[in-house]
């Protein structure tokens, strides 16, 4: 009945307009609505069974006994009831009721993967409709977006106008491991270490508690890998009654993925050195087994195609598989002195992901030669050949040898055109600025010198020379290499510990059987003790009948020290510890150490010449120069506090320059270049430490992860360098695929709408506007009869029967 009053009143244009005006609501704040009420109007059933037929039949019997036709009878029944309609209307006091609100517009909440897994790219094969659909999205074939550049792109393109063009007040945030504002979708960067999803939709809710949120809408690959669970920040959400839409980011079909990681790559080289890179392929989502080929690029300087140089082939394994692949020597690029090099797995035909089916790394060429100094206490063999073998074997190393025995006449020996020592440099200055690698004999190192101060002198300068990157090699003898060095400066450069109660105890000697060094890690040797790049064959030149001849003696030191990697082992002489070390490497801490139990390494000759002899000592030697090669002019050293750093951690770098006196250098800042692992290369600064003479440091953030190279240049030449890599954290790296079902179960959960990315056009059907929440202020009524508008409806309803009357002549 109060909708056919309304019609009723509706006859008066006021009124029409009093009841459609509307005073619109701001953003945030108040607003004024003006609605038409029947203060005195009896309950609807008693209008509707009573009060209107009641009219109707008081009407019909006004005009049953007219002699007019059914027709004009009925028009005047129907105006004789609408007369009596607005009668009752009035009597029913009909008001206006202006109402002032509190008008609170409804907000979404949109919650945004800013995870490291959201730099990840989808390959989307066999997904045409999902391409095209986030082709349209972000104007370009999706497989070369990251899933974090998608993510923007729906919510700037589609999500966020939407919901302002249907008045929505949209709350963006962030998550990864926590929740954070998000001032807008640019800023997402997919830095996070983790993703707590439940966490993050928790928070959301408590945040906004008290405040008008119709929606939660969640953009994510939907992979959490901690905090609180989904599903039950879900069922919280749920009891609230706010509804959870998803929408699922990233390739949504079970994941197949081949996954290739570098494990060991030099980062230096010297020019003419092959170059051994180690790498694990990792099968995930992929049964039944099957073979992987991997191949060994070289990048062109030309922007070229890469150059095959060699591949492998793998089995697919969940665990992973390793596989070493060698490089031979070659021309490095006329700019950088840098061979940059891609090692890739072939891409299986349907796999969900790609962006890591390749690995690039550089390596730098040093062209610069080795500078040995060698010192030994008496001509035994192993110096003989050895002091020959370095004079006349590489034209990429400088020896100058001392012997220690030798008689006063007697000129020592030397690389040709280098002057011959007349006494064993003990300065820190003379080692730093002559030699890159020191290799020690059986010398006791108080024999040094006649002077007791410059043996103390010696190996005070060895412990800094290694210190600073410089390589040290001990050969042990029958005498003093290692037991008397325990407890030196010297002892603490040493790999091994060797027990100095053992000085009477005879070192282990078979002079009738022999043995063969058993290479500790066969499937991936170190550098050092790879001669063939075949493992197979190289752990049978070591270990097997027909390769090198057997040794006879060893020293037996008690273990290698902690973060030492042993290379050799006896085959069967063992201690508490195990099976005894016979070639150890280790590092002090920029410098590289190299202990060999054995002094024998000249009976290899037999049957094969000097050929694995040279390549013994060739790899042994240029493996402990490499941290000081890294350092051109000696004085300056630059260091990365971590090896690795995941994405979203800050790089620091710090380095430690010297002037000409190898004094701590006092210039403000010192410039540094960084290569990123597409090759190109940005400025940084590193500034002076107040507090630390000479040490300079800088931290900043890098945008995607590889190998990066930082070095120091001197007139155009780099003078020292550092190797170190991004990857993205453990946590989301484990495991990138979707998970497309934890986030349907939450929007289901929730009764909201579970969509892909392709699809993020379907979700606007949940957002239809008119949501926003009125909270009355005050009222005040003001009766709508009491109006011109009232009495001319009366009298048009009264003139028009009169004038139908008079027609048919009823009156």
Request: proline share 7%; charged share 25%.
């Amino acid at each position: 009945m109060k909708s056919l009053t309304t019609l009723l009143l509706l006859a008066s244009p006021f009124v029409a307009n009093a009841v459609a005006q509307v005073v619109p609501a701001s953003q945030a704040g108040t607003g004024m609505r003006e609605t038409f009420k029947l203060l005195d109007a009896p309950v609807p059933w008693v209008i509707v069974l009573v009060v209107i037929p009641a009219c109707a039949l008081l009407a019909w019997f006004s005009y049953r006994s007219e002699p007019i036709t059914p027709r004009a009878r009925m028009f005047l029944t129907v105006l004789r009831t609408a007369a009596f309609l607005l009668l009752f209307t009035v009597l029913f006091r009909p008001v206006f009721v202006q109402r002032r609100e509190e008008v609170r517009p409804a907000e979404v909440v949109i919650l945004a993967d800013d995870s490291a897994s959201m730099r990840r790219k989808d390959d989307y094969a066999g997904d045409e409709r999902a391409r095209r659909g986030l082709e349209s999205l972000i104007g370009k074939p999706p497989a070369e977006a990251m899933r974090v550049e998608l993510e923007r792109a729906a919510l700037d393109g589609v999500l966020l106008p939407h919901l302002k063009s249907k008045g929505y007040t949209a709350r963006l945030f962030s998550f990864a491991d926590v929740l954070e504002p998000l001032s807008e979708p640019s800023a997402l960067t997919g830095r996070g270490h983790a993703t707590y999803l439940g966490d993050a939709l928790q928070a959301a809710l408590a945040s906004h508690r008290g405040r008008h949120v119709t929606d939660i809408v969640v953009v994510s690959d939907g992979r959490s890998n901690g905090g609180l669970p989904a599903l039950e920040a879900a069922r919280t959400a749920a009891a609230a009654g706010i509804p959870v839409h998803t929408l699922v980011v990233g390739d949504t079909r079970p994941e197949k993925n081949l996954v290739i990681e570098l494990s060991e790559a030099p980062t230096s080289v010297l020019d003419g050195d092959e170059i051994a890179v180690s790498v694990r392929v990792l099968a995930r989502g992929i049964s039944g087994g099957g073979r992987a080929r991997v191949v060994l690029e070289e990048m062109r300087s030309d922007g070229g195609n890469p150059r095959p140089i060699t591949e492998a082939d793998v089995e697919m394994d969940e665990k992973g598989t390793k596989a070493v692949l060698v490089a031979p020597p070659g021309t490095p690029d006329s700019d950088t002195n840098e061979r940059r090099f891609k090692v890739r797995v072939e891409p299986l035909p349907d796999e969900t992901l790609k962006d890591d089916n390749a690995v690039l790394f550089s390596v730098r060429v040093n062209p610069e030669k080795i500078r040995v100094l060698y010192v030994d206490a008496y001509p035994r063999y192993e110096y003989r050949f050895l002091k020959e073998l370095l004079k006349r074997s590489d034209a990429n190393i400088d020896v100058q040898v001392f012997l220690l025995s030798a008689t006063p006449d007697f000129v020592q020996e030397s690389t040709r055109g280098l002057p011959p020592l007349t006494s064993v440099p003990t300065g820190r200055k003379e080692l730093l600025d002559n030699y890159d690698v020191v290799i020690l004999g059986d010398v006791n190192p108080y024999s040094i010198s006649p002077d007791p101060a410059r043996c103390e002198e010696f190996m005070a300068s060895m412990r800094e020379f290694v210190e600073r990157g410089g390589g040290a090699i001990f050969i042990a003898g029958e005498h003093d290499n290692p037991l008397d060095y325990v407890g030196t400066p010297l002892g603490e450069l040493l790999p091994v510990i060797a027990d100095a109660t053992t000085r009477n105890v005879n070192a282990e000697v078979d002079s009738v059987n022999g043995f063969r060094p058993v290479v500790e890690d066969g499937a991936a040797p170190h550098e050092v003790v790879r001669l063939v790049p075949d493992p197979k064959i190289n752990r049978a030149l070591w270990e097997d009948e027909g390769g090198l001849y057997g040794c006879y003696w060893f020293f037996p030191v008690a273990r290698a020290k902690p973060g030492a990697q042993v290379l050799l082992r006896h085959p069967s002489a063992s201690n508490a510890h195990g099976r005894f070390p016979l070639l150890v490497a280790g590092y002090f801490p920029a410098g590289r150490t190299l202990f060999t139990a054995i002094d024998e390494t000249w009976r290899w000759r037999y049957r094969f010449g000097d050929r694995y002899h040279e390549r013994f000592w060739r790899n042994s030697i240029r493996w402990v120069a490499l941290g000081r090669l890294k350092s051109g002019d000696r004085r300056v050293q630059i260091d990365a506090s971590k090896s690795s750093y995941d994405l979203d951690e800050r790089v620091v770098l710090e380095a430690r320059v010297l002037d000409e006196d190898y004094r701590p250098s006092e210039r403000p800042a010192v410039p540094v270049r960084l290569q990123h692992p597409d090759g190109k290369t940005t400025d940084v600064t590193l500034g002076l430490l107040p507090e630390r003479a000479g040490v300079y440091r800088t931290a900043f953030d890098v945008e995607r992860s590889g190998t990066y190279s930082a070095f120091v240049e001197n007139e155009g030449a780099r003078v020292a360098s550092v190797d170190f890599e991004v990857v993205l954290p453990s946590r989301e790296n484990a495991d990138p695929s979707p998970d497309p079902d934890t986030l349907k179960s939450l929007a289901a959960l929730t009764k909201g709408r579970g969509e892909t990315l392709p699809r993020v056009r379907e979700l606007l059907d949940a957002f239809p506007g008119g949501k926003e929440q009125r909270q009355p202020i005050s009222s005040e009524l003001r009766d709508a009869w009491d109006h011109w508008g009232t009495l001319i409806a009366a009298l048009i309803l009264l003139t028009i029967e009169w004038v139908a009357r008079k027609r048919l002549e009823l009156i």
